[in-house]
């Protein structure tokens, strides 16, 4: 399978933006990451988890605290043309859940989640299920 699914646009930030500019972001987009990128190409990333613990734990002020004080730098990524089984090795060697999707000149195309895998694994062995179920003939050896 194809990481073709999930090259839906990305939502991104530049290092110049406010945190309080990417909560918006997310709030609006319904996400809980933004990827930070220069001139197209992906160099970070910003998660929910670091706006909470690198701004709001810190007490700093989100409408002046700059992306770039909490990005986190050279995110794992996974090139376009992979595979959906690469993805899920990146994601368990990595520990990360998040993987944005770059194309050969390491320009964004897109983001895979562990949620969307999860949902997209979690489809297939229903719809595996489902088969056995409508497909086995009772008399045969299961």
């Known amino acids: 399978m194809s990481l ?13 933006d406010t945190t ?6 997310m709030r609006d987009f319904h996400i809980g990451a933004v990827v930070v990128v220069r001139e197209g190409r992906v160099i970070g990333i ?6 909470v613990l690198r701004v709001i734990a810190e007490g700093l002020d989100p409408a ?4 770039e004080t909490v990005v986190t730098y050279d ?8 595979s959906i089984e690469t993805a899920l090795r990146l994601m368990r060697d990595r520990c990360v859940r998040r993987l944005p999707i770059v194309d050969g000149g390491g320009k964004v195309t897109g983001i895979v989640t562990a949620d969307d895998l999860l949902s997209l694994l979690t489809q297939e062995l229903a719809d595996l299920g489902v088969g056995i179920r409508d497909n086995v003939d009772a008399t045969e050896s299961r």
Do not use: F
């Not at 839906?8 to 110049?16: C, D, H, K, T």
């Not at 309080?20 to 972001?25: E, I, P, S, T, Y």
């Not at 910003?46 to 706006?51: A, G, I, M, S």
């Open 4 to 16: 073709s699914r999930y090259e839906r646009g990305a939502v991104v930030a530049e290092l110049s």
């Open 20 to 25: 309080a500019d990417v909560a918006r972001r």
């Open 46 to 51: 910003v998660t929910d988890r670091d706006l």
């Open 64 to 67: 002046t605290t700059r992306v």
């Open 75 to 82: 995110p794992t990524t996974v090139a376009r043309d992979e």
